[in-house]
């Protein structure tokens, strides 16, 4: 009897990816995780500036807006103890920048219950915050790959596709992956063209149910 597995898991198919959290992550981010069979989030690592760590990039009425969480003195801090800083309202004016970006957006209104409290309530940790925000994102996008926290800093992973230096405003990155960003309609297109790897948010914004779509069309 032929006792061979007829659907064997291809060892060389397994992606584990190893990343950064990100606020409000570009579409790359999510493209990624759609990709892996595991994705780690790096919780070790000191927090760094000019990244994706605390800032995310819409589509508002004059092209791109970078929306930037302030945080307190991050120097030498592990990413999983850097703390915001609630002394300006900065909840008040994402959430307005985010409401005057979208609001005339397909979708919007139909995600805006899940995401609004993000901008209401508050949380001490800038990684909780994103980590939780990032949850209700892979949520509607349907995207079940298992995440775990890393226990410890690794600089060197023999295991994992390391994206962790992805995520830096203008990074040259280390693509391990091909990322095509498939244009879709975006709300301010006709005015200032289309504008590739915002926030997930715009992309849910204007595609809602169809966002899956396109973050299957950017892995290449």
């Not at 595991?38 to 589509?59: G, L």
């Amino acid at each position: 009897m032929d006792t061979t597995d007829r659907n064997p898991t291809p060892v060389a198919m397994q992606r584990v990816i190893l990343t950064s959290i990100a606020y409000m992550p570009p579409i790359e981010f999510f493209v990624n995780l759609k990709g892996a069979s595991a994705v780690w989030i790096e919780q070790h690592e000191n927090y760094q500036k000019q990244t994706f760590r605390n800032r995310a990039q819409i589509y508002a009425s004059n092209g791109v807006q970078n929306l930037i969480i302030p945080v307190q003195r991050a120097i030498h801090t592990k990413i999983k103890d850097t703390l915001i800083d609630y002394r300006t309202p900065w909840q008040r004016n994402h959430w307005r920048s985010i409401t005057a970006a979208y609001n005339n957006s397909p979708y919007f209104l139909y995600y805006k219950d899940a995401i609004e409290p993000f901008f209401t309530e508050q949380w001490e940790s800038l990684f909780q915050f994103n980590f939780q925000l990032l949850q209700v994102f892979l949520k509607i996008l349907n995207i079940e790959t298992p995440l775990y926290l890393t226990e410890n800093y690794d600089p060197h992973p023999v295991d994992k596709v390391d994206l962790r230096e992805n995520w830096h405003l203008n990074s040259k990155k280390d693509t391990q992956t091909t990322f095509q960003n498939t244009p879709y309609n975006q709300v301010f297109m006709d005015k200032s063209g289309f504008i590739l790897n915002l926030s997930i948010l715009d992309l849910i914004c204007c595609e809602g149910p169809y966002a899956p779509h396109f973050l299957c069309e950017g892995r290449r």
